[in-house]
């Protein structure tokens, strides 16, 4: 590296302006004058270059941090080799800030370097420190876990808390983003409204701490893809369910009971509801419709939330809500794709552990609901 530097330092311009500079003061005085003006040039460059060798395999920082501690220093968008140069002085990771500058321009890392947040350890090698601002910052990442069940706005919230993505900029995307992700998975391409509610999986992620709505999207949206992709359709399903009724009827289920063995019921009451003509009146249908995350999980609707004037509500309309409600797990999706086979009709939850009761006739559930009102309240 060193034979590679003096090269370099032949061909140094300030070196060669200096030589010029002194042949030209002291032609006039001879071949004695300009031999002393060569060899004071040759000094000074000789001086730099073992300069430039201390720096390469020397120690680079200054006395301002102890060797081996940890710094974190920001290199700013647009900012220059002089800027990089005397933030890192700053921070006591170089010491010279002109040597900086004049071995990046030797050793062509001028103009190489990456902005980004870097944690740099004080005592490295000149060169050590170069090649690590040219590679780019480590990628931060931070573990976001998405329960079952969520809607897009409730997963905003959960990324602004915990990856500090905006909520408001992740549901404006996410609420018109399918056609985007149509082409490469094709089970968007019925996705009502172009919206991606339903088709975020709740899963835990890896989300990088710059990551766009877009690439947090992409990685729900894929791992949705891959999920329901594993899942076999009975032909007799899918020639009754296209692929946004199946995901609707799994958000349903996913919103109406907690425990997986009680969702092919509720997939199969939905069945026989609908095959007598009968409206759903799925409470979890009307708090979609609601304001405000107390609203959306009250225990007892009023008679003003079920009278609003939405496809959603289905204590008012006929048949599944145009689209999903949340964004279910695989066990409500296999729910909806092989519901249980049964004459149950009704369902109410009867106690706080989530126990579920399932009826065949009005009568029945009309004592089921007592007994729940008595119990937990509803």
């Known amino acids: 590296r060193g034979r590679a530097l003096f090269a370099e330092l032949s061909r140094c311009a300030p070196c060669i302006e200096l ?28 001086i730099i270059a073992l300069g430039f060798i201390w720096a390469m ?9 102890t060797k081996g501690q940890t710094v974190t220093v920001e290199i700013k968008e647009g900012s220059g080799t002089s800027d990089i140069a005397q933030s890192l ?9 002109l040597m900086f500058r004049l071995q ?8 190489q370097y990456k902005a980004g947040v870097y944690k740099l350890t004080a005592g490295e090698s000149l060169g050590k420190v170069m090649d690590v601002l040219k590679k780019g910052p480590e990628a931060v990442y ?4 998405i329960p079952e069940g969520k809607t897009v706005a409730q997963i905003g919230q959960i990324l602004e808390k915990k990856a500090g993505i905006s909520a408001d900029e ?14 490469k998975y094709p089970v968007l391409q019925g996705a009502y409204n172009n919206s991606l509610e339903g088709y975020l999986f709740p899963d835990t992620y890896r989300v990088a701490a710059n990551a766009t709505v877009k690439e947090v999207a992409a990685m729900m949206v894929g791992r949705f893809n891959e999920v329901y992709s594993s899942l076999t ?8 369910y ?15 009971v907690s425990k997986a063995s009680d969702r092919p019921l509720v997939a199969s009451v939905i069945d026989n509801r609908l095959a007598q003509g009968m409206r759903l009146q799925f409470c979890s249908s009307v708090q979609f419709l609601l304001p405000g995350e107390e609203e959306r999980t009250k225990i007892r609707l009023t008679n003003a939330d079920i009278s609003i004037d939405s496809p959603y509500n289905t204590y008012k309309n006929q048949g599944l809500p145009p689209g999903p409600i949340a964004n279910p797990g695989k066990a409500a999706l296999e729910a909806a794709i092989k519901p249980a086979t049964s004459d149950y009709l009704y369902f109410q939850v009867i106690d706080k552990k989530g126990t579920t009761k399932f009826d065949k006739t009005a009568a029945a559930f009309n004592n089921t609901k007592a007994r729940a009102k008595a119990t937990i309240g509803r």
Request: hydrophobic letters at 40%; glycine letters at 10%.
């Open 57 to 65: 395999f020397g120690s680079a920082s200054s006395s301002k941090v």
């Open 104 to 111: 990046s321009r030797l050793n062509g890392s001028d103009g």
């Open 19 to 46: 030589g010029e500079e002194m042949q030209s003061r002291y032609s006039q005085k001879g071949n004695r004058g300009l031999k002393a003006a060569i060899g004071i040039a040759v000094a000074l460059c000789l």
């Open 89 to 97: 002085s700053d921070a006591g990771i170089i010491g010279s800030p």
């Open 233 to 240: 359709i009975p032909a007799a399903r899918a020639q009754k």
């Open 242 to 256: 296209n692929t946004n009724q199946l995901v609707t009827i799994a958000s349903l289920v996913e919103r109406e």
């Open 170 to 183: 992740f549901v404006a995307y996410a609420q018109s983003a399918a056609p985007e992700f149509a082409k």
């Open 142 to 145: 931070v573990t976001v876990t």
